[in-house]
């Protein structure tokens, strides 16, 4: 897949606009737009990944900033004391829709376990 083909490479290179919450040397963030959550907000690497069944070992470094950016944005939207969620769906049957990895980070409501 090309930077061409990827809806979250071309928010990136700032070809689609996007509500930006956070940057990094690796990472960006930016508000989904179908917010599941008073706080819903995707954060990706800028390099393109496909799923998590695509990574490898060097990109240990690279998988570790998009958890520390999870903090980081948690702490901005004041929910880091009442609790948040992270969650990764890898491939279409656990609900994958953009095939360049992201993480969901989800708080500001009461959040059920399982998820559906
Ligand atoms: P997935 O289903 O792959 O885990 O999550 C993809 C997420 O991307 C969905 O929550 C969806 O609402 C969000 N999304 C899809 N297209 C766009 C877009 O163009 N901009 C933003 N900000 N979010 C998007
Ligand atoms: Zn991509």
Same mark, same amino acid.
């Given at each position: 897949? @090309?930077?061409?083909? !990827?809806?979250? !490479?071309?928010? +990136?290179?700032?070809? %689609?606009?996007?509500?930006? +919450?956070?940057?990094?040397?690796?990472?960006?963030?930016?508000?989904?737009?179908?917010?599941?959550?008073? @706080?819903?907000?995707?954060?990706?690497?800028?390099?393109? +990944?496909?799923?998590?069944?695509?990574?490898?070992?060097?990109?240990?470094?690279? +998988?570790?900033?998009?958890?520390?950016?999870?903090?980081? %944005?948690?702490?901005?939207?004041?929910?880091?004391?009442?609790?948040?969620?992270?969650?990764?769906? !890898?491939?279409?049957?656990?609900?994958?829709?953009?095939?360049?990895?992201?993480?969901?980070?989800?708080?500001?409501?009461?959040?059920?376990?399982?998820?559906?």
């Amino acid at each position: 897949m @090309t930077a061409q083909d !990827c809806l979250f !490479c071309r928010i +990136v290179a700032g070809e %689609i606009p996007a509500d930006v +919450v956070y940057q990094s040397d690796t990472a960006i963030a930016f508000r989904d737009i179908n917010p599941q959550a008073p @706080t819903h907000v995707l954060i990706i690497p800028r390099r393109h +990944v496909t799923t998590i069944n695509d990574l490898d070992a060097d990109d240990q470094e690279l +998988v570790g900033s998009l958890f520390l950016a999870a903090k980081a %944005i948690a702490q901005q939207e004041g929910l880091a004391d009442d609790g948040y969620r992270v969650v990764m769906n !890898c491939g279409e049957g656990a609900g994958q829709s953009v095939f360049h990895i992201h993480l969901h980070l989800l708080g500001g409501r009461l959040l059920n376990w399982p998820p559906g």
